[in-house]
């Protein structure tokens, strides 16, 4: 959810060159002449998943901290032209020389592909020779001057938004020669926006087909993730001052699993805070800019704009920006039914049998009582809850890595499980399982003519 924003905050959160999957710190490299053992899978045919803390919020902070800055190989940066957009939108793409399936990585809220969750799958999806396609989101502070289409915060609207954008690079010379597929795999808010473009596909109201999709930690009831978001900044944010926290986070290396968390949960969710509100912020002022909303005080009115901007929560920002816009276009009749559009108790009855949904039951941005009901909702089992992670704190484990590499694969029902956990790996021999693991995965569902160079 705070990808581009981390970039900000490099100062207090660091972004270290870690081995997520494996719990590797910086530095470590494990013995590759180690014998490799049987991969141990649990009862859905996944490696058993494996996180090393029970602290939803620690998973949480620590997550941008995990996995190394990738560089994807032959990864473009082009200006592709929408139809219905104001602006020409840069996209990034990563095609290979034959034919193989499209997998669009949908980024959470202010998430830019050259933040820290920006190169994760992209990086991996190509190593795998499919063809991979990313573009910064729309909680981004240029897309009303790209876009042009209204207030950002609907969410509907701007899933459409973005199966335009996917469909305008299908119809390019080079996706017509190689694409035979399309997949989606969203983090937080891009999670949201995977489940809304494919409940569109099944509803036959998308341009393309649609034959995949993961959801990753999306929230799970959005008017509560905001005003829980809200809640870190006001209440926790000022507990303390932005050079006490870059002293505690800044130095920091995620600690052993097992070891005492050095931070209280005041400073986290302080830390917390500030990323998303700083973020937010600037999608604010653009918006009430662009599209003359004079919410905010004037250029001219001689009040700082950005301090006001600063001070708007996510819930005030829907309800007080986006919704009023959004009704008089009558697009939407109630703020209720805004916030509902991504709510997982909305969108699950609505998949298709190919779409899955991911979160972690201490994800900090829920609450117990909306996942429960989530579950509820859930009839044809598309969502699996794990038993920790946070928010995106399990992005790079490798139970979460074979799975996106089983994107494409036939959806089959399966028993009602407990996801099992394995505290038994070294983290050398939890390296070399992922790998083999993923090579396991991708056996039967590895792109025509892709095999690794």
């Known amino acids: 959810m705070f990808s581009s924003a981390s970039r900000r905050y490099a100062s207090i959160l660091p972004l270290l060159?870690?081995?997520?999957?494996?719990?590797?710190?910086?530095?470590?490299?494990?013995?590759?002449?180690?014998?490799?053992?049987?991969?141990?899978?649990?009862?859905?045919?996944?490696?058993?998943?494996?996180h090393p803390y029970t602290d939803g919020l620690y998973s949480t902070v620590t997550a941008m901290n995990t996995f190394p800055d990738l560089?994807?190989?032959?990864?473009?940066?082009?200006?592709?032209?929408?139809?219905?957009f104001r602006k020409e939108v840069i996209v990034y793409s990563t095609m290979q020389n034959h034919k193989a399936p499209l997998v669009v990585v949908l980024l959470g809220l202010d998430g830019k592909v050259d933040g820290p969750y920006g190169g994760l799958f992209p990086y991996w999806y190509n190593e795998y020779n499919y063809h991979v396609l990313t573009f910064d989101s729309s909680f981004t502070p240029a897309y009303p001057e790209v876009n042009g289409q209204g207030v950002v915060g609907n969410f509907d609207a701007e899933a459409?938004?973005?199966?335009?954008?996917?469909?305008a690079f299908l119809k390019t010379d080079d996706a017509k020669r190689n694409v035979d597929g399309v997949g989606v795999i969203g983090m937080s808010f891009g999670a949201s926006q995977a489940m809304l473009l494919a409940a569109k596909a099944k509803e036959g109201k998308l341009p393309f087909t649609l034959k995949g999709c993961l959801a990753i930690s999306p929230p799970?009831?959005?008017?509560?993730?905001a005003q829980i978001l809200d809640r870190f900044f006001a209440e926790d944010r000022w507990d303390t001052t932005m050079i006490d926290l870059a002293k505690k986070f800044a130095p920091h290396v995620p600690v052993a699993e097992g070891q005492k968390i050095p931070f209280s949960a005041t400073e986290m969710r302080a830390a917390v805070g500030f990323v998303f509100r700083d973020g937010?912020?600037?999608?604010?002022?653009?918006?009430?800019?662009?599209?003359?909303?004079?919410?905010?005080?004037?250029?001219?009115?001689?009040?700082?704009?950005?301090?006001?901007?600063e001070v708007t929560g996510l819930e005030r920002y829907i309800e007080q920006f986006t919704f009023p816009y959004w009704q008089k276009k009558g697009t939407v009749k109630s703020v209720d039914d805004l916030w509902a559009m991504g709510d997982l108790v909305t969108l699950l009855p609505r998949l298709p049998d190919y779409a899955e949904v991911v979160v972690a039951a201490n994800d900090p941005f829920n609450s117990?009582?909306?996942?429960?009901?989530?579950?509820?909702?859930?009839?044809?089992k598309r969502l699996t809850v794990l038993p920790n992670g946070g928010h995106l704190g399990y992005i790079a484990s490798d139970w979460i890595l074979v799975k996106s590499l089983r994107?494409?694969?036939?959806?089959?029902?399966?028993?009602?499980?407990?996801?099992?956990?394995?505290?038994?790996?070294?983290?050398?021999?939890?390296?070399?399982?992922a790998l083999d693991a993923a090579r396991d995965a991708l056996k039967r569902d590895v792109p025509p003519d892709s095999k690794k160079r």
């Open 17 to 50: 060159i870690v081995l997520a999957a494996t719990g590797l710190s910086a530095g470590e490299k494990g013995n590759e002449g180690d014998e490799r053992r049987p991969v141990e899978k649990g009862p859905d045919g996944l490696p058993k998943f494996r």
């Open 71 to 84: 560089t994807v190989e032959k990864q473009k940066k082009v200006k592709l032209k929408v139809p219905g």
């Open 160 to 167: 459409d938004q973005a199966a335009a954008i996917i469909d």
């Open 220 to 225: 799970v009831k959005w008017h509560t993730s």
């Open 280 to 309: 937010l912020a600037k999608v604010v002022e653009r918006n009430d800019r662009y599209y003359k909303l004079k919410i905010l005080p004037s250029e001219e009115s001689g009040e700082n704009r950005g301090s006001h901007a």
């Open 368 to 380: 117990p009582d909306d996942l429960k009901a989530a579950q509820a909702a859930d009839k044809t």
């Open 407 to 433: 994107l494409f694969s036939k959806n089959v029902a399966r028993p009602e499980v407990e996801i099992e956990v394995d505290d038994t790996r070294t983290p050398d021999q939890a390296r070399k399982e």
